[in-house]
């Protein structure tokens, strides 16, 4: 059984939240508050219906005692308990600490890794199974920088994905995807192994991060189109170098002040990530989490277009449809992941 106290606790913070919205709260209140009480919704309704459930079934106990209504009692009792212990899971997982970022819109960076054109062709490829996902959940997906070689793969390209829940499940994106093909470069036919490295971090709101002016130098440079053809060059581009970290972002929209303001965001999310990273590494020092690593040099996925599938080596899960995957069909995966991740977090709080 679930302590109650645990419970109450939650429904009456979620009462509390429903009465401060009807105040009709406006500004920041009004963000803060929303926010929470549409996280605790999901958990309060699971909470409700194993409270609802657990009062049926000492109901029926009850009824026991009563000769007229035993025999209802005794014939609804198994079907009531058999119940409970989905329910009971159910509020368990509800119950799980989130990840405070999970909520938040994602920056989305994909690098080619080792196999040369073939691994830039590469990361172009995830960057559209990512932009197709995206379409499918019905989130918003922007590229903020792109670099592309001469045969239109990817050298490095940056994407802001926004919309609902968006960080709680592309986070398990980050590490690196290898790809196994015959590649449109390649005439004798071979297949060769190359690879791209994803990285998915949570945006940083200004809260998070204050950047002292003093520790940035802003270069502006000639923005090129791909390969450095097919685009008239302006002195737009913007590159930040965060003196401390050495971390270094450009952005070559067409407006410098918008890259500007893109650049300094990215830069944001970058620092607030390795800040992230840096409490992760402190706190799984003496265990190892079990989806992944958090580690981006960690190998998680194989790609095997001859043999049409895909392979997640974190959870040994292999699927026979890389079409509808590199389509954007990814759920199957994720859903597989983020359960994963569920297990082991109950495993670790002993549920």
């Given at each position: ?9 939650i429904?009456?913070?979620?009462d509390y ?5 009807a105040e009709?709260?406006?500004g920041?209140d009004f963000?803060?508050v ?7 919704r ?7 219906a194993?409270r609802a459930l657990?009062?049926e ?5 009850a009824?026991?005692d009563d000769p007229e209504m035993?025999e209802?009692a005794e ?8 119940r409970?212990?989905?329910?009971e899971?159910?509020v368990k997982l509800?119950?799980?600490?989130r ?5 938040r819109?994602?920056l989305?960076?994909?690098r080619?890794?080792t ?5 830039a062709?590469?990361a172009?490829d995830l960057l559209?199974?990512?932009q197709r ?7 918003s997906?922007e590229v903020?920088?792109?670099?592309q070689t001469?045969?239109g793969?990817v050298?490095?390209v940056v994407a802001?994905?926004a919309?609902q829940g ?7 994106e980050s ?9 449109e470069t390649?005439s004798?036919?071979?297949?060769h192994?190359?690879a791209?490295t994803v ?5 940083a709101e200004?809260?998070?991060?204050r950047?002292?002016p ?5 270069d502006?440079?000639r ?7 097919h685009?008239?060059t302006?002195?737009?581009?913007v590159?930040?170098t965060h003196?401390?970290t ?6 070559s929209e067409?407006?410098q ?7 300094m965001?990215v830069l944001k999310?970058?620092?607030?990530d390795a800040?992230?990273?840096k409490?992760?590494?402190?706190r799984?020092?003496?265990?190892k989490a079990?989806?992944?690593s ?6 998680i996925?194989?790609y095997?277009?001859p043999?049409g599938?895909?392979?997640?080596h974190?959870?040994n899960l292999?699927l026979?449809k890389?079409?509808?995957v590199m389509?954007?069909?990814l ?9 994963d991740a ?6 670790e709080?002993?549920?």
């Amino acid at each position: 059984m679930i302590p109650d106290a645990r419970l109450s606790q939650i429904t009456e913070r979620f009462d509390y939240l429903e009465a401060r919205m009807a105040e009709g709260l406006s500004g920041d209140d009004f963000v803060t508050v929303s926010r929470e009480y549409a996280e605790l919704r999901p958990v309060v309704e699971v909470v409700r219906a194993y409270r609802a459930l657990v009062d049926e079934i000492a109901g029926a106990r009850a009824m026991l005692d009563d000769p007229e209504m035993a025999e209802l009692a005794e014939a609804e009792l198994p079907e009531l308990r058999a119940r409970l212990p989905e329910l009971e899971q159910a509020v368990k997982l509800a119950l799980l600490p989130r990840d405070a970022a999970d909520a938040r819109p994602a920056l989305v960076e994909i690098r080619p890794g080792t196999g040369g054109e073939e691994a830039a062709l590469f990361a172009g490829d995830l960057l559209r199974m990512y932009q197709r996902y995206a379409e499918a959940r019905g989130w918003s997906f922007e590229v903020l920088d792109e670099a592309q070689t001469e045969l239109g793969g990817v050298k490095e390209v940056v994407a802001r994905v926004a919309g609902q829940g968006v960080f709680a499940r592309l986070k398990f994106e980050s590490g690196v995807h290898r790809v196994q093909r015959v590649p449109e470069t390649e005439s004798g036919g071979r297949i060769h192994t190359s690879a791209a490295t994803v990285a998915v971090l949570p945006e940083a709101e200004d809260v998070d991060i204050r950047i002292d002016p003093a520790d940035i130098r802003i270069d502006t440079m000639r923005a090129s189109g791909a390969g450095g053809q097919h685009v008239n060059t302006t002195d737009s581009a913007v590159r930040i170098t965060h003196i401390p970290t050495g971390i270094v972002v450009t952005s070559s929209e067409k407006s410098q002040h918008r890259n500007r303001e893109i650049a300094m965001q990215v830069l944001k999310t970058r620092l607030f990530d390795a800040e992230r990273q840096k409490v992760h590494d402190e706190r799984s020092a003496d265990r190892k989490a079990q989806v992944g690593s958090g580690d981006r040099s960690e190998r998680i996925r194989t790609y095997n277009f001859p043999q049409g599938r895909m392979t997640d080596h974190r959870i040994n899960l292999t699927l026979y449809k890389l079409d509808q995957v590199m389509a954007g069909d990814l759920d199957e995966v994720i859903d597989a992941l983020v359960a994963d991740a569920q297990a082991a977090q109950l495993a670790e709080m002993g549920g």
